[in-house]
Structure formats: structure tokens, C-alpha cells
């Protein structure tokens, strides 16, 4: 079936220090992928997609490339700030099947970053 | 702007009484979505509309109802509470089922004593 893997947090980086979450993914065909962010008290917003085999998503700094051959969607950034404490999820939608255009979600990776 | 409305931030229900969870989406979205979510489970899907009055099952539909009466509201329902269902539930809507970009609300706490 259809899943998605991210690494477990929680994750706490000091301010200006590299960034890296985990994710890989069980998808037949090609799917969609995306990454989500949820700020506290808030709900999820997309912070980035790709749609194909070695897109690149990129949006307020973050960066992920959707890699095929490793069944991976990484999410990178190079300088964290504070506000970008939040949780994180990595999701999929499936190009075929039954859950066609459902996201399946990671259970999300907490984000710290300390002044 | 795009606007996902969930009628109450936080809810306390007891066993047994019957509840309503109300989502309203002013983008004229033709899919919507109900999720909850529990730390380390990340988002379950519960149910899903892609057209009014038409309702399919998700992962975790055990326990919950809904109703599309109108394209902008999505209501989930607990018809009788239980306190395996205290969590957090999100609402989500679209405008394509396919490829497109779920669009959420801010999230209804539920806590079933």
C-alpha cells in the first residue's frame, strides 16, 4: 500500500544551523508529493510540492527534490529561524487507485530552533 | 484570501451525547475532508466528500458520520462519543481531487470525559 516515512522528532537546532527531515515513501506509480507545516494553534499549510521525478519544491527557504530512485522527498534549509518552529509532514497522493488525490501523511517531525 | 472556518476551537463532550463538527470552506471547493490527528499518528483520514450529498469512507470512519448538504459545509458527526475519540480534528477542502492542494482549517480540540 500506499505510506509515508518520516524521521521522529522532536528535532531542536540552534538559529542559522542546517536543517534536514527525513522523509521517504511506498507509492505504486508516480505520485505526488508535499511537504506540510502546522505553526502552533494553527492548522497544516503546504510549504512546498512536487509533482514528478526530480522536481524540486522550494518555498520560504526550504527545499526539497523528489528522488525516484531512492524513494525520497528530504526537507532542507540552510540558515533555521526561530519562527520556523513547527511541526512538519511529509504526505503523498497517490496517482492511482482507489485513495487517488487523498493524502497520506508521515506522523510529522517537531521542530525546535533556540535563539 | 482562502478560508477554511471550523465552527469551535475547542469542545468538551461526555460519553455517549452526540456531536457536531462544523466546517465551513468559502473558496467554492468541490472536495472536503475530515482528519483527525493524535501525536505520533500524525493525520488519519476519516471522510471525504467530493460532491454534495456524497460521502466516502476514509482510513478510520468507525464511529463517525457525515453530512454535505451544502458544497461549503462539511459536518462530522459523532453520534455517540466515546473517549477513544478525544483528539484533534481537521478539516481540509480542495477545488481538484487530483493533484491539488488541500486547503485546512484551524482544528476543533475534542476532549470526551
Known amino acids: 500500500g500506499n505510506s509515508v516515512t518520516q524521521m521522529e522528532g522532536p528535532v531542536t537546532l540552534s538559529e542559522e544551523a542546517f536543517l534536514t527531515i527525513n522523509c521517504t515513501y511506498t507509492?505504486?506509480?508516480?505520485?505526488?508529493l508535499f511537504w506540510y507545516v502546522q505553526y502552533p494553534g494553527e492548522g497544516l499549510q503546504l510549504l512546498l510540492k512536487?509533482?514528478?521525478?526530480?522536481d524540486k519544491g522550494s518555498n520560504k527557504g526550504f527545499e526539497a527534490t523528489y528522488r525516484k530512485e531512492t524513494t525520497s522527498f528530504h526537507l532542507e534549509k540552510g540558515s533555521v529561524q526561530v519562527s520556523d518552529s513547527a511541526v512538519y509532514f511529509c504526505?503523498?497522493?497517490?496517482?492511482?487507485?482507489?485513495?487517488?488525490?487523498?493524502?497520506?501523511f508521515g506522523k510529522g517531525t517537531k521542530l525546535s530552533v533556540k535563539p | 484570501d482562502v478560508k477554511v472556518t471550523q465552527s469551535s476551537r475547542y469542545l468538551v463532550k461526555r460519553t455517549g451525547e452526540k456531536v457536531f463538527l462544523e466546517c465551513v470552506q468559502d473558496?467554492?471547493?468541490?472536495?472536503m475532508f475530515w482528519y483527525r490527528q493524535d501525536p505520533g499518528l500524525g493525520l488519519r483520514l476519516i471522510y471525504f466528500?467530493?460532491?454534495?450529498?456524497?460521502?466516502e469512507k476514509g482510513d478510520i470512519p468507525e464511529g463517525y458520520s457525515v453530512s454535505r448538504e451544502k458544497k461549503e459545509r462539511f459536518s462530522l458527526i459523532l453520534e455517540s462519543a466515546s473517549t477513544n475519540q478525544t483528539s484533534m480534528y481537521l478539516c481540509?477542502?480542495?477545488?481538484?481531487?487530483?493533484?491539488?492542494?488541500?486547503?485546512f482549517g484551524a482544528g476543533t480540540r475534542l476532549s470526551v470525559l
Open positions: 481540509a477542502s480542495s477545488f481538484s481531487r487530483i493533484l491539488d492542494i488541500q486547503y
Open positions: 504526505a503523498l497522493t497517490p496517482s492511482a487507485g482507489g485513495s487517488q488525490g487523498n493524502l497520506i
Open positions: 473558496m467554492d471547493h468541490e472536495n
Open positions: 466528500s467530493y460532491d454534495v450529498k456524497m460521502k
Open positions: 512536487a509533482t514528478k521525478a526530480d
Open positions: 507509492a505504486t506509480g508516480y505520485p505526488s
